[in-house]
């Protein structure tokens, strides 16, 4: 029986071979577990990760995002077109420079009332007033409502008798025109009521003209 003879020590070296190879690999293995084991170095798949860079070529971290955009619903929810606040709103600084709330306003009214009626006033007890105008003569009370002015007065060629001619409010009528003769001054009187008090107001005499207002 005839076959091929093995040379001894061909066997030898690669076995040694083998054996080395197998050594090496084991002791790769051994030292990359021993690099995840006691390291934070780890085998992975590079197709599960992505690099920095071509992250932050097409993302934004959600820590930007927050310091530097609103979401659109926020916006839509919470803030006005600056062209809308220009037409339809007041800035606070202006209304506070130019406006009063309803509340003062109707304090201050309130004020400016309480003044008025001290201002113009009734004193009490009234003290009659005596007032002499001449031919174009006015005399104005705001603290009793009176307002008259004369037109005209003139007296007859023999001085008999005297006419005036005047405009003549009071609180209780508006201005109208009013004319007498000096023979006709018993009825050269007028009554009104200013402030819930009667007043009387009348023609003492012509010449000079002369009205008196008392409390009645």
């Not at 798949?45 to 071509?54: F, K, L, N, P, R």
């Not at 309480?114 to 002499?132: D, H, R, T, Y």
């Not at 009104?192 to 010449?207: C, S, V």
């Amino acid at each position: 029986m005839s076959g091929k003879t093995v040379d001894p020590a061909s066997m030898h070296t690669s076995t040694t071979y083998i054996l080395g190879f197998g050594s090496a690999v084991g002791l790769i293995i051994a030292i990359i577990s021993g690099l995840q084991f006691f390291s934070n170095f780890k085998i992975v798949d590079t197709q599960a990760y992505v690099s920095m860079h071509e992250i932050e070529e097409k993302y934004y971290s959600k820590e930007f995002i927050s310091s530097h955009y609103l979401g659109k619903i926020e916006v839509l929810e919470n803030y006005i077109k600056k062209s809308e606040i220009e037409k339809n709103y007041i800035s606070l600084d202006k209304v506070r420079s130019d406006f009063v709330s309803i509340e003062q306003f109707e304090a201050q009214q309130k004020d400016k009332r309480a003044l008025l009626e001290v201002l113009n006033g009734i004193q009490s007890p009234f003290k009659p007033i005596v007032k002499m105008l001449s031919g174009n003569g006015q005399w104005n009370n705001e603290q009793l409502g009176l307002n008259i002015s004369v037109r005209r007065i003139t007296s007859s060629g023999d001085g008999s008798s005297m006419h005036a001619n005047f405009l003549l409010a009071l609180p209780d009528s508006p201005l109208h025109e009013e004319s007498f003769y000096s023979s006709e001054i018993s009825r050269c009187k007028w009554t009104f009521r200013k402030n819930g008090r009667d007043f009387e107001l009348k023609i003492d005499k012509f010449d000079p003209l002369t009205f008196s207002v008392k409390e009645i």
